[in-house]
């Protein structure tokens, strides 16, 4: 009898880790999953294109009818036809083929190869138009991630696409296997001489599942003019919007929203979602700022947990919450994403296991490098970025168990350790590390093949700046993980020994390093965000061994940083300082054209007080 109580409230404490979970629907689909070990189902009703479909079309114009293919032409791989398999409107719609492997790598185009059918406009104005709608119908077997691009090419007063191959250029996420209604607005593009219009098929190889073919139908190609177009640019919403927090807000948080709704007796309402009362009556301030004029409603002083809309004249906003739990909803989505981008892992209904045979050859040996997780939209892999991502989850699981979301917690450390695996099977010897490789490929399974040579191939190289970073990553994660004790000392272990690598690399180098091939995209970092990365992961080392040369070391590096540092005011009308400048010229402002660490200031000096107290 003893034993069913204790099994009775195990399961009832089991049921209840969740239950700091704001979104209903979110803990259901969270519970679904195997708690994220497999992906998260796409709620479409929230999405952009669902929304703008249920815009109003003032005038809408046929492009093509796809009966006569006269103006249409073909390049680069696959082909291009006239099918009458299938149609939305009128008997024939475009065809677009390619296959999903070609064996060499082409020069022009994206990963094996480019299948484009293009539209002669002809240099027509198109700027009475604002978006472009048609129908896409997939049919690719086995592809679970299934997208066609459309381009736009302008040649009037401003080009499109720039000399640098931006602008113009759309991707449409498709469903297999069935109509797509696509769009795209378009009332801030350069449009006044319309040259060309087309569909492409870029061939990225074949994921497991997928089949010998890409095969796209294209119909009812048509421009539209339609109501209340989004705002692309600036900070004011669209015609009859507001812009609020939709992930939500904290009762103890600023609770404000920008209105821009034509007609209103200058009140806006607060609306409990479930029982439509209004809970709360507010004022329209107008507000001007550097970025502009606006009108905002504050609600800061209503605190009452909840789900609400805020409802200004005729207007209503979707719903949202007021919880103090509010962060877990989006730890949850972010864990979710990341656990879509594991690489060498098979995401279910995403990928199979991926990129096996992608290598770095180290002193006559060949090393398996795939793990942790995809780079940006494409399949590459940076090794230090997988490190600061683990870092991330290290801080936000050591957060979930201070709150007692044993859930959250438990699934972050595991996610986490799935990115140090990586971080730690990619270490050489004497401060050598793979760096990452890039390519947007799915590979072959064979090595040696053209997908993974050349620019696709892992290189070994000696980055202090890396090994800094990531002792300080792991020295943080030896301290995180209580269930593994080897692990523990490891971590414990290569952290000490990184930090001294780059050490002795900094003494004899100096700055120098900075920007070769060798450092990758770290290479942009400026001189203070590297002495305040040393000082940080200094500082993790004091706090994970307490020996006092780390201490000294921490103190000692944040000193540059602190001489970079503008203190006096500028004589702009905010008196802005406390800013970073990326060098003792204090010229340039720290800043990056790809990637950004600006937040090591603040880790290094947080880090410094917390450990030398």
């Known amino acids: 009898m003893r034993e069913l109580k204790v099994i009775a409230l195990i399961i009832l404490c089991s049921s209840s880790f969740l239950f700091p979970q704001v979104d209903e629907k979110l803990k259901n689909d969270i519970r679904s999953t195997g708690y994220i070990h497999s992906p998260l189902p796409l709620d479409y009703s929230k999405s952009l294109e669902t929304f703008g479909l249920t815009k109003t079309v003032l005038i809408s114009d046929v492009l093509c009818d796809m009966e006569d293919m006269s103006q249409w032409s073909h390049s680069g791989i696959g082909s291009m036809s006239q099918t009458a398999e299938r149609s939305i409107s009128g008997k024939h719609s475009l065809r677009l083929v390619a296959p999903s492997y070609v064996d060499e790598i082409p020069k022009w185009g994206l990963g094996r190869g480019t299948s484009m059918a293009s539209f002669d406009v002809g240099g027509k104005n198109w700027e009475k138009y604002n978006r472009i709608h048609l129908y896409v119908y997939p049919d690719c077997e086995g592809a679970r991630a299934v997208y066609l691009n459309l381009y736009v090419e302008n040649d009037g007063k401003i080009k499109v696409p720039d000399r640098y191959g931006r602008e113009g250029y759309h991707e449409m996420n498709l469903i297999n296997g069935q109509w797509n ?33 890409l095969q ?20 004011k919403p669209a015609e009859n919007r507001i812009i609020f927090s939709t992930s939500g807000y904290r009762p103890d948080s600023t609770k404000s929203a920008i209105v821009n709704v034509a007609k209103h007796n200058r009140k806006f309402q607060i609306v409990d979602y479930a029982t439509s009362q209004v809970v709360y009556e507010g004022e329209i301030q107008p507000v001007k700022t550097s970025i502009g004029s606006f009108e905002t409603v504050d609600f800061t002083s209503y605190r009452r947990e909840g789900q609400y809309r805020i409802r200004v004249g005729d207007i209503t906003t979707a719903p949202f919450y007021i919880d103090a739990n509010l962060w877990d909803d989006s730890a949850w989505r972010v864990l979710n994403f990341m656990f879509c981008e594991r690489c060498g892992y098979p995401v279910p209904g995403k990928h199979g296991v991926c990129h096996t045979e992608v290598h770095g050859e180290y002193k006559g040996h060949i090393y398996p490098v795939n793990g942790g997780w995809h780079d940006a939209a494409d399949m590459s892999q940076g090794f230090v970025q997988t490190g600061e991502i683990a870092f991330s989850m290290l801080e936000m699981a050591n957060r979930a168990k201070e709150k007692g979301n044993t859930d959250l917690y438990l699934r972050l450390m595991e996610e986490a350790l799935w990115g140090l695996d990586l971080v730690m099977k990619t270490r050489l010897e004497n401060g050598d590390r793979f760096q990452g490789w890039g390519t947007n490929l799915w590979t072959d399974g064979y090595i040696g093949s053209t997908d993974d040579e050349g620019r696709h191939q892992v290189r070994a190289a000696n980055s202090a700046f890396a090994n800094f970073l990531l002792s300080g990553i792991e020295a943080y994660a030896s301290m995180s993980i209580a269930n593994d004790p080897m692990l523990r000392e490891n971590l414990r272990k290569i952290a000490k020994e990184d930090f001294g690598f780059a050490s002795k690399r900094f003494d004899e180098l100096g700055f120098k390093e900075m920007g070769s091939r060798s450092s990758g995209h770290t290479g942009m970092t400026s001189h203070s965000q590297y002495m305040a990365t040393m000082s940080w992961a200094a500082s993790m080392l004091y706090k994970l061994t307490n020996e006092k040369h780390y201490a000294d070391k921490a103190a000692q590096s944040i000193k540059y940083a602190l001489q970079c540092q503008r203190t006096e005011p500028l004589n702009d009308a905010n008196k802005t300082a406390g800013f970073f400048y990326r060098d003792l010229d204090r010229k340039s402002i720290v800043h990056f054209n790809h990637q950004s660490r600006d937040q090591v200031y603040m880790q290094a000096l947080t880090a410094l007080c917390e450990a030398q107290r």
Do not use: H, Y
């Open 181 to 213: 209604e696509c769009l795209v607005e378009i009332s801030e593009l350069p449009r006044d001489k319309v040259t060309k219009i087309s569909f492409a098929i870029e061939v990225f190889g074949k994921e497991r599942t997928m089949g010998d073919l």
């Open 216 to 235: 796209f139908d294209v119909s009812n190609v048509t421009l539209q003019v339609v109501d209340k177009p989004e705002a692309v640019s600036g900070w």
